[in-house]
Antibody, heavy 122, light 107 residues
Framework: EVQLLESGGGLAQPGGSLRLSCAAS????????MSWVRQAPGKGLEWVSG????????DYADSVKGRFIISRDNSKNTLFLQINSLGVDDTAVYYC???????????????WGQGTTVTVSS | DFQMTQSPSSLSASVGDRVTITCRAS??????LNWYQQKPGKAPKLLIY???SLQSGVPSRFSGSRSGTDFTLTINNLQPEDLATYYC?????????FGQGTKVEIK
């Protein structure tokens, strides 16, 4: 079955860090650009970060630039998001999403994980 | 960044109705516009890509169109399972940006 499965979310204190993972199965991860998209409680969708198929190109939303790091291990079919210096505004469900084709960081996303929840609170 | 403005923010319609949701881009994005459906508590699902291409497995009652920088998602013969929030997203430029969403309720 083609799917994405996120993990690593949880409760963190302001200023803390978490590392999110996204395990891909049923397709060859190394062929596609990937992104993280988040959704704060009761809010809309916000693209957070993207990475090219090879991992050589990354980009970030201004709201997370300098605090989040996206990476991937194609040999393990896994995508990562290191989130540092957490603030309460980072509280959200974090989804990993696959680009529909090619190696474009900005693309339609045709496969989404179920999401992992990050809660930032003291 | 490219701003995407969706309207309405919510609507209520009856089973069998035709529903239209509009998304306006702040500047030209050509056909790089995608539509998603998000049911309560679930991840988004791609419905339409490249303004009018139906994603595999999506019912044909969903369709998309473009007129300049205005895009429309149409749901024909609304079904109870179409209860959801719908988002547009531009993929013309990084960062990809989403509209604020349209919540569709069933009367």
């Amino acid at each position: 079955e083609v799917q994405l499965l996120e993990s690593g979310g949880g409760l963190a204190q302001p200023g803390g860090s978490l590392r999110l993972s996204c395990a891909a199965s049923g397709f060859t991860l190394r062929m596609y650009a990937m992104s993280w998209v988040r959704q704060a409680p009761g809010k809309g969708l916000e693209w957070v970060s993207g990475i090219s198929a090879s991992g050589g190109t990354t980009d970030y939303a201004d709201s997370v630039k300098g605090r989040f790091i996206i990476s991937r291990d194609n040999s393990k079919n896994t995508l990562f998001l290191q989130i540092n210096s957490l603030g309460v505004d980072d509280t959200a469900v974090y989804y990993c999403a696959k680009a529909i084709s090619g190696d474009y960081l900005s693309a339609a996303f045709d496969l989404w994980g179920q999401g992992t929840t990050v809660t930032v609170s003291s | 960044d490219f701003q995407m403005t969706q309207s309405p923010s919510s609507l209520s319609a009856s089973v069998g109705d035709r529903v239209t949701i509009t998304c306006r881009a702040s500047q030209s994005i050509r056909d790089y516009l995608n539509w998603y459906q998000q049911k309560p508590g679930k991840a988004p699902k791609l419905l339409i890509y490249a303004a009018s291409s139906l994603q595999s497995g999506v019912p044909s009652r969903f369709s998309g169109s473009r007129s300049g920088t205005d895009f429309t998602l149409t749901i024909n013969n609304l079904q109870p399972e179409d209860l959801a929030t719908y988002y547009c997203q531009q993929s013309f430029s990084t960062p990809p940006t989403f509209g604020q969403g349209t919540k569709v309720e069933i009367k």
